[in-house]
C-alpha cells in the first residue's frame, strides 16, 4: 500500500502562483510514476503533470510553461510550482502514484483562482 498527503492548495487570484507538495509513504519501490491530477466540477479527472522513476516529466498541454513537477519517488515527494495561474485552472488537485499493479490517490487539495 502507498499513501500519498497533499498540501498547499488555496486561493489566489488571476496570475498568481501556488506550491503543491505531496508525501508518499508506504510501499514507495513500487511505484513507478508520481504525478498531479485535476477534477473540476462537472468536468472528468485529468492529468496535469507526472514524472518517472528516471526523472521524466509530462505536462498537459494547458499548463506547460506555467507549471512545474519536481520531486520525484526517490524523494518520496512531489511538487507542482503553478504560475500564471488562471481561474480556469480552478480545480481539485489530487497527487497521484503509479504502482506496478494499481495506482493510488490522495485526498485531494482545493485549488481556486479568482479572476
Known amino acids: 500500500q502507498v499513501q500519498l498527503v497533499e498540501s498547499g492548495g488555496g486561493s489566489v487570484h488571476s496570475g498568481g502562483s501556488l506550491r503543491l507538495s505531496c508525501d508518499a509513504s508506504?510501499?514507495?519501490?513500487?511505484?513507478?510514476?508520481l504525478g498531479w491530477y485535476r477534477q473540476a466540477p462537472g468536468n472528468e479527472r485529468e492529468l496535469v503533470a507526472d514524472?518517472?522513476?528516471?526523472?521524466?516529466?509530462n505536462y498537459a498541454d494547458d499548463v506547460k510553461g506555467r507549471f512545474t513537477i519536481s520531486g520525484g519517488i526517490a524523494k518520496k515527494k512531489v511538487f507542482l510550482q503553478m504560475d500564471s495561474l488562471k481561474p480556469e485552472d480552478t480545480a481539485e488537485y489530487y497527487c497521484?502514484?503509479?504502482?506496478?499493479?494499481?495506482?493510488?490517490w490522495g485526498q485531494g487539495t482545493q485549488v481556486t483562482v479568482s479572476p
Open positions: 508506504g510501499s514507495v519501490f513500487a511505484i513507478y510514476v
Open positions: 497521484y502514484a503509479k504502482g506496478i499493479d494499481r495506482g493510488y
Open positions: 514524472i518517472t522513476n528516471e526523472g521524466r516529466t
